[in-house]
């Protein structure tokens, strides 16, 4: 047995905000990234290897340094990338926020982003992809397991996605 | 059905057939549990927009005056093959009803950002651009019973909610250099370039597809565009080269729109919001605290007399702060603890008139 050394409320809010950042959204990207690099969409591939970069630079942040609360979407990759500016996952965050002009749509880019994640899930654990077949249902459950953790801390604001969750009264 | 109609279904029909191996018949069986009497079977997305490849989905809502009851803001999945089709089921008045919220939302002068869902959920500008551009695949075309033109509606909300978008991340883009922390003026700078550049190509009537077609838009469709996004597509490292990033940022943009968008330009019409944030002291010990949040911030002294200074309001503007004030108050939203609000919209009026022009 391990002593979380930090309040429960905070381990579990954040824990669970960064599973759900690895979940659907960073499934989608790696799906968006495949198909674009498959129809030669560069533009595309370009966007969306930046957009996994910085869900995973806000889940190393919540996963490692426990910061709460994620500021609003347009300061939260700057936000997440100053507290693992020093962590070789947060360096490669950065670049690929950034971009650079010899990011082309091409495998290497997967294989790198694919990298990007598989790091992150070390630190995050493992989500299935409720975008598959066979990761919908686990994905389902998963979150409802995740609700009734949130909900057991007392948090008001679980980590589903507000347009999910509207008019639920489990989740506020 | 007309002839535009016909042939935007072909087309439709043809990508499906050609990414998925999958007939719309096929996606029309398997919804059909879905569908209550005469429904519209509507599909919008990059698939329906001639955007996609062989990983996109295909978005349907089945709508219609005598649907039974909604199904929830979560799509339902459907697996066909490779094809993976969300629906959404919903009833025409619950359609209508936003539509009708996103007509008062563009008569007021309030500001609409986010209203509509902020840049990570966008259900519901994606669900008025669904209806409004969508093909019809089966059953009758959607007539709004309450609102002008769903077309015009969904264009003007989607302007006006990118502009609004830009103008909050150049000022925020600005906030950040200010305050020496380069990534966060960057990142807001290429974000205000992109918002600037979705809500011009929205009001050029062409439907929402979400930042990540941006790119392949400005080289298909809004050619003339392509080169204004090129020196923003990679960003800047360090100080010196983020502010002369930023500084184009707003040039480009402002020459784009003809509205100002220097930093006190931009502070007249936005504030600070305290949230509930509070000063606690103890002994020399001086802590902000967020008991909401769960979050408290040791203050020195400089920074609890520049908390002071401001007052016991629930905002204050953000014009006319001092320098130590205002360094605070950025700091406290870049940890997302205190607000950055609009006092007023941005109507499209005054963001297209250079382009009309």
Known sequence: MEAIDRGARRFIWCRGQAAWLLGPPAGQWLEDLRGAVAAGQRGLARHVSRQLAEDCAVMLALTLCYRRPVPEANMRGAWALEQVADHPVGRECWELIRAPQELVADEALVERCAELQRRASEVVGTVPNALTPEGYFPAMGLAREWLALVNAVGEEKGFLPDEWSRGSDANG | ?357
């Not at chain 2, 490849?53 to 066909?80: K, Y």
């Not at chain 2, 075309?141 to 033109?149: I, Q, R, S, V, W």
């Not at chain 2, 943009?253 to 509205?259: Q, S, Y």
Request: aromatic share 8%.
């Open chain 2, 1 to 357: 059905m007309t002839t535009a109609e016909a042939g935007r279904i072909q087309t439709l029909e043809q990508r499906v057939k050609d990414f998925h191996g999958v007939d719309l018949a096929e996606v029309l069986d398997v919804i059909e549990y879905l569908r209550d009497g005469e429904d519209s079977i509507l599909v919008g997305g990059s698939l329906a927009y001639g955007l996609g490849n062989h990983e996109s989905d295909l978005d349907v809502v089945v709508a219609g005056p005598a649907t039974g009851e909604s199904s929830s803001r979560m799509p339902l999945e459907h697996f066909i093959e490779s094809l993976r089709v969300d629906v959404w089921r919903l009833h025409q008045d619950e359609i209508d009803e936003l539509f009708e919220r996103a007509e008062r939302g563009l008569a007021s002068d309030a500001p609409l950002l986010g209203a509509f869902g902020h840049v990570h959920e966008q259900a519901d500008l994606k669900l008025l651009h669904r209806v409004a551009y969508g093909v019809v695949i089966d059953g009758p075309a959607l007539m709004p019973t309450a609102t002008g033109d769903y077309g015009d509606v969904a264009r003007r909300l989607l302007v006006r909610e990118y502009a609004e978008r830009m103008r909050h991340a150049l000022y925020v883009a600005q906030l950040a250099l200010a305050a020496r922390r380069p990534q966060a003026a960057a990142m807001n700078a290429r974000f205000g370039v992109e918002d600037a550049l979705q809500a011009l190509i929205a009001g050029r009537g062409l439907p929402f597809s979400d930042n990540k077609w941006l790119q392949l838009r400005l080289e298909r469709d809004v050619p003339d565009l392509r080169d204004v996004y090129r020196p923003f597509a990679v960003l800047p490292d360090g100080l010196k080269l983020t502010a002369e990033f930023v500084a184009a940022a707003i040039a480009a943009v402002e020459a784009l729109t003809g509205l100002e968008l220097g930093l006190d330009a931009l502070a007249a019409d936005a504030s600070w919001e305290r949230g509930d944030l509070r000063l606690h002291r103890a002994g020399a010990l001086r802590v902000l605290l967020s008991e909401g949040q769960d979050v408290a911030f040791e203050l020195d002294a400089a920074e609890a007399d520049a908390w002071e200074s401001l007052g016991e309001e629930e905002r204050w503007a953000c014009a006319g702060r001092t320098d130590a004030e205002s360094r605070l108050l950025f700091g406290l939203y870049a940890q997302g603890v205190a607000g950055l609000v609009w006092l007023r919209g941005l109507p499209a009026c005054e963001f297209e008139s250079n382009e009309e022009g």
